[in-house]
C-alpha cells in the first residue's frame, strides 16, 4: 500500500507540474485522500497551507453537492458525471473524475481553463494505473445508479397550460424547433434562444425568471439527434427532467457560492456539468434570471461553450 501511494504521490506532482496549477486535490469520494502543492514536499499529513486546506474542504462540499444530483442525472441516461467546472469572474474550479469513486479538484485563472481540462485529460491517462483501487469496497457503479433509473422523477413537470408552445420545421437544414414561451415572454427572448441553438452545439436551452422556466427552445425532434431518444427517453421526457433540473440549480449554486468563499473570491456565475454523453450549462445573468444550455454531444462541447456565452451576452444587452 505504501508504495502504491508513494507512485500515487509521483503522479500527482507530475501532473501538478504538467498543469501548471499551484495545489491538486486527490479524492476518494469525500476523503481528501492526498494533496500535493507546488513547493510542498512528500507528506502522508494534510498540508497545512490555508488554500491547500480551502480546497481540500470545498472539494469535499463539492462532492456532497454532485452526489445529490446523481439520480437527476441517472434518470436523464446521459451517463455519468465526468467533469464539474465552477466559474468566478477571477477563476474556476475544476473538479474532474478519474476512476470510479476517485476525483481530482484544483483551482485555475478564468483565461486558463480550456488549456487546464486538455492537460489534465492527458495526464489522467497516465494516473489511472497507480490509483489504489483496494481503498473502494466491491461495489457495482452501475447496480448504484439502477435504484433511480426506473424511479420516476421527485416533483410534477411544471403545468403547460397558458403556454405558448410552436414546433417549426426548417426546411433548409431539415430540422425541428420547438419553441415554448409564457405568455409575457418578449419576442426577442426566443428569437435569441432558438437562434443559439445548433446540431453542432445547443440542443436545448430554457430561459429563467424568477425562478421558472419563461422560454425554452430545442431541436430534439432532429433527425441528427435521433440516436439520443427512445422509449424510455423521449423528447417531451428530456424537457420536464431539464427544466426540474433547472429550478434545482440556483440552489445547487448558492450552497457553492458558500463552499468556495474562502477559495474563490466572487460569486459563481458559470456551472459546466461535463457528462458522458453531453454537458449540462448553468449560467447566471442577473438577480432571478439565468440559463439552463444543454448539449447531448460531448465531442461539441467547445461550440457549446460558445454558443452559451454569446446568448448570455446578447441577453444582457437587451
Given amino acids: 500500500m505504501n508504495q502504491q501511494m508513494g507512485e500515487l504521490d509521483l503522479q500527482l506532482r507530475r501532473l501538478l507540474q504538467s498543469c501548471g496549477v499551484e495545489h491538486l486535490a486527490f479524492y476518494d469520494r469525500d476523503r481528501a485522500k492526498m494533496v500535493v502543492a507546488e ?14 486546506r480551502s480546497l481540500e474542504r470545498a472539494g469535499r462540499q463539492l462532492f456532497y453537492i454532485l452526489e445529490e444530483l446523481a439520480p437527476d442525472f441517472a434518470e436523464l441516461r446521459t451517463g455519468a458525471l465526468i467533469r464539474t467546472v465552477v466559474r468566478v469572474p477571477m477563476g474556476a474550479l475544476l473538479y474532474q473524475s478519474v476512476a470510479m469513486g476517485f476525483h ?5 485563472p478564468q483565461d486558463q481553463v480550456t488549456e487546464l481540462i486538455s492537460r489534465m485529460t492527458e495526464g489522467i491517462d497516465d494516473l489511472r494505473p ?11 457503479y452501475l447496480s448504484h445508479l439502477s435504484r433511480y433509473t426506473t424511479a420516476g422523477t421527485r416533483t410534477a413537470p411544471q403545468s403547460r397550460t397558458a403556454r405558448q408552445v410552436t414546433e417549426v420545421a426548417d426546411s433548409i437544414e431539415g430540422s425541428s424547433y420547438t419553441v415554448d414561451s409564457t405568455a409575457g415572454t418578449p419576442a426577442e427572448v426566443s428569437d435569441l434562444l432558438r437562434a443559439a441553438l445548433g446540431v453542432d452545439g445547443l440542443h436545448y436551452v430554457a430561459y429563467y425568471a424568477a425562478g421558472m422556466p419563461s422560454c425554452t427552445a430545442d431541436i430534439f425532434r432532429h433527425r441528427a439527434l435521433s440516436t439520443h431518444f ?14 426540474l433540473l433547472g429550478r434545482l440549480l440556483p440552489g445547487v449554486t448558492r450552497r457553492m457560492d458558500t463552499s468556495l468563499q474562502a477559495l474563490l473570491e466572487g460569486r459563481i456565475h458559470q456551472i459546466v456539468l461535463n457528462v458522458e454523453q ?5 449560467q447566471h445573468l442577473k438577480d432571478g434570471h ?7 454531444d460531448h465531442s461539441r462541447l467547445a461550440e457549446a461553450d460558445r454558443h452559451i456565452e454569446q446568448l448570455a451576452a446578447d441577453l444582457a444587452r437587451g
Fill in 230 to 243: 427512445g422509449a424510455s427517453t423521449t423528447p417531451q421526457q428530456r424537457r420536464d427532467k431539464y427544466s
Fill in 104 to 108: 481530482l479538484c484544483t483551482t485555475t
Fill in 278 to 282: 453531453g454537458a449540462v450549462y448553468f
Fill in 39 to 52: 513547493n510542498s514536499q512528500p507528506s502522508e499529513r494534510m498540508p497545512a497551507e490555508p488554500s491547500s
Fill in 130 to 140: 497507480t490509483v489504489p483501487y483496494s481503498l473502494l469496497p466491491h461495489r457495482s
Fill in 290 to 296: 439565468y440559463l439552463l444550455g444543454v448539449s447531448l
